[in-house]
Structure formats: C-alpha cells, structure tokens
C-alpha cells in the first residue's frame, strides 16, 4: 500500500504530466471577458434590501447561500463564483448608481436577477449599451422578452402576460360559455394580465361581461365586488395583489357569490391570502403556478424538494421555506448555474447570452414536473407554462397538464 | 395664548447665519473649484457619473437652503419639485426631441412656477404646518405621475428612458466625463447666483423675514411676496437639478420621486450646515456616500448603520459642516500665528 506521501506526488506528478500535455490546447480555448479568470466568476446582483419591497431580499440572500454551496462543492468546472449584491431600496436611480457600480468598478461578468420592474427599466439601457448580460430580470412584465432590440436582457420567471393566456386557454376549454367579471389592479401589474386574458380569447373576448379597476390606496374593494356581482357573471377572475386578494374572497363570501374564482399566482400564497380570508372562503379557488410549495406536503418525498430542503438546512437554516421567495432565488441561482456551466471554459459574456440562449428542457429542483426551461434565439422567456390548481382543504391541488402561455400555438 | 400654541409658533427658529458667514472665501473657492475640474480626468467612468450625482444633489441641497437657511421656511416636498423637473427634461427630449441643454432653463421654469403657486396657499402656514403642507405635496406626486391621464407623456408607471448626450464639437471625452463638466457648469452658474441673491435686496429681505417676520414688514418688506418668491427660487433650482438628474441617470420613474428623496435632501441640508451654501455639496455626499458605507458595514442593518451614523454626526457636529469648517479655520489660523 502506498503511504499518503507517495500517492500525494504520484497524483501532483500525474497532473504535471496531463497540465503539460493538455495546456497547449487549453489555453487556445480559454476566453474570457471582464469577470472571469481561472480560479472566479464574478457575478452582480441588485436587490431591495431595504425600502417597500424589502420582504424580497430574500431572493438575494437565498441566491447567496446557494453560490456558498456550489463553492463547497467545487464551483462551477473548477471556478468559484463570488456573488457581489447590492442594495437598492426599490429606487431606479439607485439602481443605475449599483449598476454602474458593479460594472465598472466591480466588473463583473453578468448582472444576475436584479429585482423590480422600474429598478431594471431604469439599468436595461446602460447594461445593453455597455453589452453586459442582464440575466434572469426578477420581475414579471412581459418587456423582458425582446432579443431584438434589447439581446443582453432576458427573463426568467413566466410574464403576467402569459399567465393571463393560460387562464383563457383553461376558460376556452373547460368553461366556453362563461360570463366573465375581471377585477383589477390599475397598474402596469393588472393590465398586463388583462392584455394576456384578452390576447388569450382573441375572438371570444367579449366572454368578459364586466372589468372593475381598483387603485392600491383604496381601503376597501366592496363596492367594486358587488357591482361584478350585478352584471350576472358566473366566473370572477381576481387580478389582485395579496390583501386585496383575501378581500375578495371574504366578500364573495359574505353576499354568497358564488362564481368560478381565479386568483392570479401572485396572491396564490395559502399563509398570506387564503388563511386569512378563511380557508372554508376559499375552497374551489383556481389559479396556477410553476414552482413547489414548500409548505406543501405532497413535495415531501419529491427528489428535487429534498436537494432543497437540504440545502436550506446546511447553507440557510435562517431561511423559510414557507416563503415562496426561497423557493424562487433557488431557482433562479440554480438556473445560472446550469447556464455557467454550458459555458464551459468560454466564458465572455457574449457566450454567457448564448448559452442562456439555448437552455433545452432545463429542470431546476423546485419548479412543478413538466414545468421545463426552454429559450431560445428569438425566446427570451425561460419559463412559459404553468398548471393549474385547485384549492382543497388546507392546499393546493394541482390537476390537469401545464399549459403553454405561448401566443402561438 | 395656550401652552400648546406657544410650542407651536416657536418651534420653527432656524438659526440666524450673517449673510457674509453663508459662503467661502475666495481661496477656498478657488481650491474647491480646481479640485471639482480636475479630479474627473484621473477616476474611472463610474466615479465620474457618482460625482455628477454629487454636483446634482448638491444644487438641489442648496435650492433648499435658500428656502430654510435664507427665508427661514421648511419644504419636505422639494422631491416633488424635483420629479416635475425630471419629467419636464425627459417628456422634452424624447417627445419633442428637444436638446437637452434647452430642456433645463425650462424645466426651471415650470418648476419657478410651480413653486410659486405652491407658495401663495403655504403663505399662510409656518413652521411645522408648512412643513407637513410640503409633505403632503411629496407623497402626492409619485401617484399624480403615475395617473392615466398623462400616461401617454409620462410613460405611466413604467416612467421613461432618456437618450444620454454625446460630448458636442467631437470632444474627445467620454458621455459621463462631458456630462459632468456639463453639470459643473451649471452648478456654478446656479451657485454664484444663489450666493448673489442672498448678497442682494432680495437676499436681505428673505433674512429679515427668516429673522423677525413682524420687523421685517415693519422695515417695509412685502412678506408674503417675498415668502413665495423664496419657494420659487428654491423650486426652480430644484427643477434644474431634477432635469440634470434625469440626463445623468437616463430614466425617469414615478417611484424614484418619493418622500425619500425629499427626507435625504432634507438630511443633506441639515448635515451641510442650514444656511451655509458651501455645505451643500458635504451635504450632498454624505446622502450619497453614507448609505454605501453603511451597506458596506452591514448588508442587513445597513439602514441602522446610517441611523448610528447620522445620529453620531448630529450629536458631535450638531451645525453640520460648516462647523466643521470653522473649526478647521481656527485651527489654521493658530498653525499660522505659531
């Protein structure tokens, strides 16, 4: 048996031997831009660590962790990736000041899943001009997805927009003569979700019978409930943020309306909506979704929930899976991996964009099975389908395939 | 007169600033401006645009300074004066296609305007009713810029990109580093102004009302006109700044006009010195570089690393720079007697 000693140099000398003979043709494929050497990815990020829209930090903080893991575990083909977060307290202008920041004086590689629809409006300009990628944008409009005019910039998460054409698609099928009563939020928010219900129906948009608007000062949505209710409608779809979401369901309740309910994703969550409007409210509430909940059960044995679970309790025991933003900055971390990853030893961000580009039937552990991730040259929106769900007892129910938010098919 | 009324009327007392103690010698001034033109040439691009933002805040710190250090009137709104600013620059560049040197005399004119009428109903506020009156005005523009009506211009919600200007005549110098020269040109333009204003008719009157209202119409200086001659001015810099701002970070969005950025001027002022214009731009970095220091201490508790050092630099220097300044000079002077 060879002592430690013996086999420490056998090994030192046989990787002298194969670095020899293999650097020449390595170092002719080894390229890299501003961000990356031998032994370092660097990798930038934006966050709302303090202001109004501090609760998604945890995106951040979570993505964070999930770096410390892929470096314990040798980083990506051997290069360690240090993630440089910033914050921006929700403010554009400070957005572009981080931007520029991790730009031009931390040269990073890529601007990774800045969140917030105005803070990445604000930087989309200056990151396509300076051509560094602005990967895997945290926010859910649908202007993410536009390779032509801005070919640095991609999404991640499914748009507002496509979430809407599900719902139609699911109403076509399952409900063709249903009177529709949209309630909304008058922002960039609910509209977008208007235009992909009515994108949805095409020629049978005049399903919708009667659209309410609510503004995000008003204390109470009452009176808009009781207006949809008159027009007769017998689906009530809820485009809603969570307190005006659990609202809805309370009145609904309360002049015993009892139409088809869809709730939009964003006020899915079972801690922040349905149990506080009461969970006897909420049953036979519909709605969509592409990743696990992690309060749910059902996911307790699931493969993919399990690498989760693991990894909060080794690399983020502070984190709670109940809420959704873990699972989400999961996701998105394990989604730039991947990316990295196909890179391989190219690592400039022209290649960063295309191998982002081209993503093919990519999985990460906490999206729902046959959720897959796929872009491509002229698809710059990774995640396009969800499933639909149904809220029974105390949790969601998933039932029928995922559906395609795509428009064309 | 009821306890809680005298409390009332005698809270708002700014402290009186002899006007000749509101500026810099002509040294430090000299020094100050050949540091502001020079050390441009030698920092990286993202120096540069940190010290554009610098110079903007600074001018709209001191706008406000005239308002509270020279009239002795509070504005939590000038956020408010700000965005119209910042919107007027934008809506004219990219809809009228207008340059955007033109756009900023006429952002600061609205924003005059603006002022101005907004000072006629605070004419008959003081003290902390003025400054909840300006404070209204802060909160309600966020949501005044996002309303439908004006959604074709202001680009609603999703607010506005703006073109970043080349350098003109084929300068071989970088957008930023010509924008920051830009800047420096109106900032200085704006700063003699202010510090002519103050020196001047005006500039008495707006003292004499920020000293003693009831001797100063008794002296025969029309206060009300005065008063809101004071918040145009003041609005109008603002405006300026706004439009500059808008240039320098090419986008324009109803959310980065909040209440926030009314209280960090605010702050800036105070920590500057009220009523000492030069303190402006130590006020002006201080909102910009203290939140990153603190960021930089602690990622979490980077808001209660600024609340730890703001509250230190109140308690220690309780007359914000200016005081530092003082003390600087008295020290100098004994150096050179020694």
């Not at chain 1, 999404?155 to 909304?184: H, M």
């Not at chain 1, 005049?206 to 409608?233: C, F, Q, R, W």
């Not at chain 1, 149990?275 to 493969?303: H, R, T, V």
């Not at chain 2, 709209?60 to 700000?82: C, E, P, R």
Request: net charge neutral.
């Amino acid at each position: 048996m060879l002592s430690r000693q013996e086999l420490r140099i056998a090994a030192f000398s046989t990787a002298v031997i194969l670095l020899s003979a293999t650097s020449g043709a390595a170092l002719a494929q080894k390229k890299y831009d501003t961000g990356a050497t031998d032994t370092e990815i660097k990798i930038g990020n934006i966050m709302p660590y303090s202001g109004p829209a501090s609760a998604y930090g945890v995106i951040g903080k979570t993505e964070e962790a999930y770096f410390k893991k892929i470096n314990a575990e040798g980083g990506v083909n051997g290069r360690k990736i240090d993630f440089v977060t910033y914050d921006d307290g929700y403010s554009p202008p400070k957005a572009v000041e981080q931007a520029r920041k991790l730009v031009e004086s931390d040269e990073v590689l890529v601007v990774f899943n800045p969140l917030g629809t105005p803070s990445n409006s604000a930087i989309q300009k200056y990151l396509n001009s300076k051509k560094v990628p602005q990967l895997f944008v945290a926010t859910g409009a649908t202007k993410w997805n536009d390779p032509k005019s801005f070919p640095w910039t991609m999404g991640w998460q499914p748009s507002y927009q496509s979430e809407g054409r599900i719902y139609a698609k699911f109403l076509l099928k399952e409900k063709p003569d249903a009177k529709i009563a949209v309630l909304f939020q008058n922002d960039d928010f609910g509209k977008d979700y208007l235009k992909g219900l009515k994108d949805g129906l095409g020629a049978k948009a005049s399903m919708i019978v009667a659209e309410e608007s609510y503004e995000t000062t008003e204390p109470t949505i009452d009176n808009h409930i009781v207006k949809l209710k008159a027009t007769g409608a017998d689906t009530f779809m809820s485009v809603t943020t969570p307190k005006f979401a659990a609202q809805a369901i309370k009145k609904l309740a309360e002049i015993e309306w009892k139409p088809l309910h869809i709730v939009v994703n964003v006020s899915a969550s079972v801690g922040s909506v349905l149990k506080p409007a009461g969970f006897e409210n909420s049953q036979g509430i519909l709605s969509a979704a592409y990743a696990k909940d992690g309060a749910d059960s059902q996911w307790d044995n699931d493969p993919g929930m399990k690498k989760f679970y693991a990894f909060l309790e080794k690399y983020y025991p502070e984190g709670n899976k109940l809420d959704g933003s873990v699972v989400y900055g999961y996701g998105a971390a394990q989604t730039l991996v991947k990316v990295l990853q196909m890179c391989g030893d190219d690592l400039t961000r022209a290649n960063v964009m295309k191998q982002a580009a081209s993503l093919k039937d990519f999985t990460p552990d906490t999206l729902l099975p046959g959720v897959k991730i796929n872009t491509s040259d002229t698809d710059f929106a990774p995640i396009e389908q969800l499933q639909m769900m149904r809220f029974k007892g105390e949790k969601w129910d998933l039932f029928g395939d995922t559906i395609s938010g795509e428009l064309n098919n | 007169m009821s306890a809680i009324q005298e409390v009332v009327t005698e809270a708002p007392t700014v402290e009186a600033v002899p006007k000749r103690a509101m500026t810099l010698g002509a040294g430090s001034s000299l020094v100050m401006l050949a540091l502001l033109i020079l050390v441009p040439l030698f920092v990286k691009n993202f120096i540069i645009f940190q010290l554009t933002m610098l110079l903007i805040y600074g001018l709209a710190v001191l706008a406000l300074n005239i308002l509270t250090g020279g009239s002795g009137q509070f504005s939590l709104g000038q956020s408010a004066f700000y965005g119209v600013g910042a919107y007027t620059s934008a809506i004219l560049m990219e809809h009228a296609g207008m340059n955007y040197a033109l756009t900023l005399p006429i952002a600061g004119v609205i924003c005059f305007a603006f002022g101005f009428l907004f000072g006629q109903p605070a004419l008959r506020l003081s003290g902390v009713y003025l400054a909840l009156a300006t404070f209204a005005l802060a909160t309600a523009m966020p949501q005044l810029l996002k309303l439908g009506y004006f959604e074709p211009w202001t680009g609603g919600v999703q607010g506005l990109v703006v073109t970043k200007p080349d350098a003109p005549f084929g300068l071989p110098m970088s957008q930023d580093m010509w924008l920051y020269y830009f800047t420096l040109a109106v900032t200085i333009a704006i700063y003699i102004f202010s510090v002519n204003l103050l020196k001047s008719r005006s500039g008495r009157a707006f003292m004499a009302i920020r000293d003693n209202e009831i001797a100063a119409s008794a002296m025969g200086v029309d206060v009300a006109l005065y008063k809101t001659l004071a918040f145009g001015v003041s609005a109008g810099i603002t405006g300026v700044a706004g439009g500059l701002g808008a240039i320098a970070v090419q986008f324009v969005a109803p959310d980065s006009y909040t209440i926030t950025l009314a209280i960090s001027l605010f702050l800036g002022m105070v920590v500057g010195g009220v009523g000492w214009l030069p303190g402006s731009i130590v006020g002006s970095a201080f909102i910009i570089f203290v939140p990153n220091i603190a960021e930089g201490i602690s990622k979490g508790l980077s808001g209660a690393v600024f609340g730890v050092l703001l509250f230190l630099v109140i308690f220690l220097v309780p007359h914000g720079a200016r005081q530092v300044a003082i003390v600087a000079q008295q020290m100098l002077g004994k150096l050179k007697k020694g």
